[in-house]
């Protein structure tokens, strides 16, 4: 009998095939999605159980916050510059701190204060220059000291604002600062704590007018001086995660705070990034325009859906963010107090002020669980430190047979892996970004993901997914030269970081030292499994997982922010600016794929990298692609901002035009808004004629009461009104008077008296000045730059606002004999009868801020 053959071994099945990419994907896919989960409920303060208001006295409560809450942005039926409301909230909060004080036991010193503040000054605000003139704006001041200080103690000062903008109940911004404001102060006395150095409260009373109140109080309070640091809390959004936004002068402040907050929020990238949004903060006031006094900015930054709209109601407000910010507001006062206590922080903090210590730390939250804080000195050395290893890498490599013609080979493969993963980043940003281009040629709406933020996860990241992946199919290069060229590529980022001054860095150092780390145990563990197996992919996985959960944090925080900031971060002029938010969403998330799985895509290639993986994965584009096209972009949960002028056109005490102006501030134009809006656009067509066409555009000139606001705004159009139905409420309008006229070399000086007729609800008045103007009254008699505004001639804006039952008196000085021309347009919160109707119209998913303009225009 014949001698059998040993059986045949049955060859290995090539990596990454069959059945085995197919597990590595779904399980990749179940790892990020449960670690996204968990990112989701810490970005949205899930993990804070918000307190009652039966809690503990002795405890912050969110309850009590509510209570305070409701009163001011639902009992006070708006609290707009102009309307009652913002008086009777002034008086709510003065009987609040009054209470409070009238209790407090004897060791503390309690002292209330209603001051009123006037003055003027000029700014630069989104880019544009304004100067601001004001006269008795409310603020509300509470000082908290012990028995034993002085008047001159340094002090601490916690700031915000109970002003709400146009047409919103202000219930976060800033109902909700306040409110937290008084539960802390109540939490200071009922505590039993006394605070080792003065606590100041400032209630101020004019934010939303760019940062008047705040302005008023630290230019004109006799407790100014004593300002040593300062707290200021805001919101952009209806909560989630309170963020650290901006801190400085020096170090100081943003060490405190990783000290001692609680749930600490704060990224310094975020100060590096604040330009970028449209608005800003009391911050600049305080730290850096009129004085450098070192302190925080602390912000509400999600649900920015709600920001600025009719929807910013406590419904719509995040449980647990309230809970959360007082917790730490208490931590942050305690030790900011306490640190001002020691002579040698008092000394470091003058350090601060005066510049001498200037440098920005790094420093960044781990999912609102501790902080991470290190000073740029420091990052000097660590932030340099993966691209040292880097170039090392080559020599244990090739240990023992090291040569400098091996180092050389072997660096030279190494960054040829590198230039691939850059390559797969810069894919995985660009084909998202031309998806959603190539999608806006087949579909009439852009922004589909707007209402539907999961949707533009399912619509990008399997295409970034692509654009990482595709490299290594085309080129082919070893794992081990794809690893350590994508370790090279994330070194030599953070090395840019430093080079470049600029913090970011921590994400890419954090990144290559987790690879690094992954790598070492991976290589440990393959020598007891298959190097081809998944478990060797495990082994790598493993160890990263705290690096991947805060790049998803970190991601998936900015792709959140991003979306909802959208919806007014301006409209562009067509046809490019349609494309714009989409190129830009996509684009990001690209982005934070790149971060999120390239550090993965190295090693998981190998199961990955396959044609049919990569059809998959275009499949899922394709068909996310195909329904977000069918779903809407807008909801009541993610409004559509639109902005609804019904301008007057005045002479002395005739109207001699009336019409509706029509703006919005993302992509969707005006001829979506009234494609959509049905029962609005045939009550323009019947009472006037709705045409897109270009005779019935408007240009920003005519939006100037809303200054600088309207280079947000393109494509605007304004329609014919009914002029005669303002005169049942008022019988006077604004009126711009001569008082008296100088002349001397060529040079003349006009006195002038502006009237406000009988108008009741004013917000602001704006004069719009061009000419050859040299000098005027108003910012201590300082003219600033000039101003272009709708391609005209150079202008000198200037808004008033406060007391508009007394005229505004003030003189402008021209250099020749050319007439000077002044545009006045007068912002009053009123509406007729047949606004109100047309505004009713809309649908719900349209959130109008709607208001009256009284506009005249004088030659001098």
């Not at 850059?422 to 959603?436: D, N, R, S, T």
């Not at 021309?821 to 919160?829: F, N, P, Y």
Request: proline residues 6%; neutral net charge.
């Amino acid at each position: 009998m014949a001698p059998r053959a040993p059986p045949r071994r049955r060859p290995a099945p090539a990596a990454g095939s069959g059945p085995g990419s197919v597990r590595v994907l779904l399980a990749l896919a179940a790892l990020y999605g449960a670690l996204s989960l968990l990112a989701y409920r810490v970005i949205h303060m899930r993990h804070v159980a918000p307190l009652g208001d039966d809690a503990p006295p002795g405890d912050f409560s969110e309850g009590r916050v509510l209570r305070h809450l409701h009163r001011l942005a639902v009992d006070i039926p708006g609290r707009q510059e102009g309307s009652p409301g913002l008086e009777a909230a002034a008086q709510y909060i003065k009987g609040e701190l009054e209470g409070l004080a009238a209790r407090a036991g004897p060791e503390y010193r309690i002292e209330v204060e209603e001051t009123l503040v006037s003055g003027s000054f000029s700014m630069v605000f989104l880019r544009h220059r304004v100067t601001l003139g004001y006269r008795n704006h409310k603020n509300i001041v509470m000082r908290i000291s012990s028995n034993v200080s002085e008047d001159d103690d340094p002090s601490l000062l916690v700031n915000g604002h109970f002003d709400s903008p146009l047409g919103s109940p202000g219930a976060a911004d800033c109902g909700s600062c306040v409110a937290s404001m008084l539960e802390l102060s109540r939490l200071i006395i009922d505590s039993g704590w006394v605070p080792s150095r003065p606590v100041i409260f400032l209630f101020n009373g004019a934010e939303e007018l760019f940062l008047l109140g705040s302005h008023g109080f630290i230019k004109t309070h006799t407790w100014n001086s004593t300002i040593s640091a300062f707290i200021n809390i805001e919101a952009s959004g209806s909560g989630g995660t309170d963020l650290v936004c901006q801190s400085g002068p020096g170090s100081w402040p943003s060490r405190v705070y990783a000290q001692t907050a609680k749930y600490p929020m704060a990224n310094s990238v975020a100060q590096e990034m604040f330009g970028i949004i449209p608005g800003d903060t009391d911050y600049r006031i305080f730290a850096e325009d009129i004085t450098n006094i070192p302190g925080l900015d602390i912000i509400f930054v999600l649900g920015g859906y709600f920001y600025h709209t009719s929807y910013d109601t406590l419904e719509n407000l995040l449980p647990g963010s309230i809970q959360a910010r007082g917790e730490n507001l208490f931590h942050l006062v305690k030790a900011f107090t306490n640190s001002m206590l020691s002579k040698e922080n008092e000394i470091s903090n003058k350090g601060d002020k005066d510049g001498i210590e200037d440098s920005r730390p790094v420093f960044f939250d781990y999912l609102t669980w501790f902080m991470v804080f290190y000073s740029r000195d420091v990052s000097l050395i660590l932030h340099n430190l993966p691209i040292a290893i880097f170039f090392l890498v080559p020599l244990f490599l090739k240990f023992p047979n090291i040569t400098l013609m091996s180092w050389s080979v072997t660096l030279l493969d190494l960054i040829r892996g590198m230039l691939l993963h850059a390559f797969g980043v810069i894919l995985a940003i660009f084909i998202p970004a031309g998806a959603a281009a190539l999608r806006l040629l087949f579909t009439k709406n852009a922004m589909n993901w707007f209402a539907h933020p999961f949707l533009a996860f399912f619509m990008f990241v399997p295409a970034s997914l692509i654009g990482l992946l595709l490299p290594r199919i085309a080129w082919g290069l070893s794992e081990q030269t794809h690893f350590w060229g994508a370790f090279g590529l994330y070194s030599v980022i953070t090395m840019a970081y430093v080079l470049a001054g600029l913090s970011g860095g921590f994400l890419t150092f954090f990144i290559s030292i987790s690879m690094l780390l992954g790598h070492l145990i991976s290589i440990i563990i393959k020598r007891k499994w298959n190097q081809r197996s998944p478990k060797s992919l495990v082994a790598y996985v493993v160890p990263m997982i705290p690096c991947l959960l805060y790049c998803l944090y970190y991601g998936g925080f900015l792709i959140q922010f991003l979306i909802e900031k959208m919806g007014m971060m301006g409209s562009l002029p067509k046809p490019y600016g349609y494309f714009v938010p989409d190129i830009i969403v996509g684009a990001a998330l690209g982005l934070v794929v790149g971060w999120c799985f390239g550090p993965l895509a190295p090693v998981a290639s190998r199961w990955l990298s396959k044609t049919s993986i990569l059809q998959g994965l275009l499949q899922v584009t394709v068909v996310a692609l195909a329904i977000s096209s069918q779903l809407f972009p807008y909801s009541t949960g993610a409004p559509k901002r639109v902005v609804l002028q019904h301008t007057y056109v005045t002479d002395a005490n005739d109207i001699v035009d009336s019409n509706y102006g029509f703006s919005v501030v993302d992509a969707n134009s005006l001829e979506f808004l009234f494609n959509n809006a049905p029962e609005a656009a045939k009550w323009l067509k019947d009472n006037s004629e709705l045409s897109f066409e270009e005779k019935y555009h408007s240009d920003r000139s005519s939006w100037v009461a809303l200054y600088p606001v309207p280079f947000l705004f393109s494509g605007s159009l304004k329609f014919q009104a009914q002029t005669d139905e303002i005169r049942k409420h008022y019988h006077k309008f604004p009126q711009l008077l001569v008082q008296k006229t100088w002349s001397n070399n060529g040079h003349r000086r006009v006195h002038l008296n502006l009237s406000l007729g009988s108008l009741s609800e004013i917000w602001t008045a704006v004069l719009n000045v061009t000419g050859p103007l040299s000098n005027w009254s108003f910012a201590d008699n300082m003219l600033p730059a000039p101003q272009p505004v709708s391609g005209g001639p150079p202008s000198y804006i200037c808004r008033l606002s406060g007391k508009s039952d007394v005229d505004w008196s003030f003189w402008l000085e021209a250099n020749s004999s050319e007439s000077l021309r002044i545009d006045v347009a007068v912002l009053d919160q009123y509406l007729v009868d047949s606004t109100k109707s047309l505004k009713s119209l809309f649908p719900s998913w349209a959130d109008l801020t709607a208001f009256t303009t009284f506009f005249s225009t004088y030659y001098l």
